[in-house]
């Protein structure tokens, strides 16, 4: 992990902070972000990055790469350089993990809605701050299909028909994967997981093979009630991301509580982070 630590202290050093947000103000001691700025933009805990950046820490996450390269404001070579360098190489037969710039530029035009990334196992890559009001914050990387199914940490309620239609749908989708991708490790032991579990490993047995689609579901949110959402699945040619977008349905009232979430909702994601920077 030596070269990651020496990559992130470089890249560290060399970002601007006027840049990001971070005045010039007083001394400072080093020529770029300080890791507790660098640390606060990506979302992670300070005691975190300094243990990457001294060779000390587990392998990070795709999240975890994702949000520090959006934070480093790395091209997409460098974010590539990155993933290798944590071991999510892209490969044939490997899952491709990358976010490139075009797809960030994309969701910046969706901040008014929750929008997420995911790679084409459904392990969350990026979400938006809105995203991360509605939904929650789980403190373990996410997938979509161990927190369906592993009854993990979820605010989402949907009728019996949706959830069954969704379920098929998710299991189906990865069926698709696993042969898109058969030399990928990480897939493997994600599918391995899963058959632990009852109700995947009944649809998994029947091999249904599909493309994951829309869904209805309601966010229980606790300050602000319940949001009704539509959601809509935009695949990304080559890189089978899948970015997810949130739409409130029509005369539920869910776009004024989408707005206030923007206010109230993003400010306490905010002073969570800067807790656990510290």
Same mark, same amino acid.
């Given at each position: 992990m030596e070269q990651l630590a020496e990559a992130l202290r470089a890249w560290r050093d060399r970002l601007d902070p006027e840049s990001v947000g971070f005045p010039q103000a007083g001394q400072r001691?080093?020529?770029g972000l300080r890791r507790q700025e660098l640390a606060q933009l990506a979302g992670i805990s300070a005691d975190y990055l300094v243990q990457l950046e001294q060779g000390r820490a587990a392998t990070p996450s795709p999240?975890?790469?994702? &949000?520090l390269a959006r934070a480093l404001q790395l091209s997409d070579p460098e974010q590539e350089h990155l993933m290798r360098l944590a071991g999510h190489a892209a490969a044939p037969g490997r899952v491709p993990r990358l976010i490139p710039h075009s797809v960030h530029r994309i969701l910046e035009q969706l901040s008014a809605n929750p929008t997420a990334v995911y790679d084409a196992t459904w392990?969350?890559?990026?979400?938006?701050?809105?995203?991360?009001? &509605?939904?929650?914050v789980p403190d373990a990387p996410q997938n979509a299909l161990l927190q369906q199914f592993g009854d993990g940490f979820s605010r989402v309620r949907q009728s019996p028909q949706l959830q069954d239609q969704f379920e098929e749908s998710i299991v189906a989708d990865l069926r698709a994967t696993s042969s898109r991708y058969p030399d990928d490790p990480g897939l493997h032991d994600l599918i391995g997981q899963l058959l =632990? =579990?009852?109700?995947?490993?009944?649809?998994?047995?029947?091999? *249904?093979? &599909? *493309?994951?689609? &829309?869904? +209805?579901?309601?966010v229980e949110h606790p300050q602000v009630g319940d949001i009704a959402? *539509? +959601?809509?699945?935009?695949?990304?040619?080559?890189?089978?991301?899948?970015?997810?977008?949130?739409?409130?349905?029509p005369g539920t009232g869910a776009r004024s509580k989408l707005d206030l979430l923007m206010t109230i909702g993003t400010q306490n994601l905010t002073a969570r982070r800067s807790r656990s920077s510290g």
């Open positions: 001691r080093v020529p999240q975890v790469c994702s &949000a392990t969350l890559l990026h979400s938006n701050p809105l995203f991360a009001a &509605a939904f929650g =632990l =579990l009852p109700r995947f490993a009944g649809l998994w047995r029947r091999r *249904d093979v &599909a *493309d994951h689609q &829309a869904s +209805s579901k309601t959402l *539509d +959601s809509s699945i935009l695949t990304t040619q080559g890189s089978n991301l899948r970015i997810v977008v949130y739409t409130p349905q």
